[in-house]
Nanobody, 122 residues
């Protein structure tokens, strides 16, 4: 079992920044990949960014490339999502999830956090 807890969400003006954290506990070595997803009201959950915990390899959705940065601190079992130049369309509940491999697909992730709300005002 892997437990994931997100934090760092909040309300920010357009152009601002937030840093989300995803703290993992339990059998974290069983899941090499951590992904960030988001879900806006009345929309499907979508991939935002992913990272391989051992190698540090990163992957991004086109919509956030150049604005968001995913990173990890393996000593703290924590993955971060630094979000800069935020836009109103980034407003969503953000989730972190764990998988054996980094993929864009929700169905491939079997452990999920509870989510943290990010609201970007115009």
């Amino acid at each position: 079992q892997v437990q994931l807890v997100e934090s760092g969400g909040g309300l920010v003006q357009a152009g601002g920044s937030l840093r989300l954290s995803c703290a993992a506990s339990g059998r974290t070595t069983s899941r090499d990949a951590v992904g960030w997803f988001r879900q806006a009201p009345r929309k499907e959950r979508e991939f935002v960014a992913g990272i391989r915990r051992r190698s540090g390899g990163t992957f991004y959705a086109d919509s956030v490339k150049g604005r968001f940065t995913i990173s990890r601190d393996n000593a703290k079992n924590t993955v971060y999502l630094q979000m800069n130049s935020l836009k109103p369309e980034d407003t969503a509940v953000y989730y972190c999830a764990a998988s054996t491999v980094v993929t864009f697909y929700v169905r491939n992730y079997d452990y999920w956090g509870q989510g943290t709300q990010v609201t970007v005002s115009s």
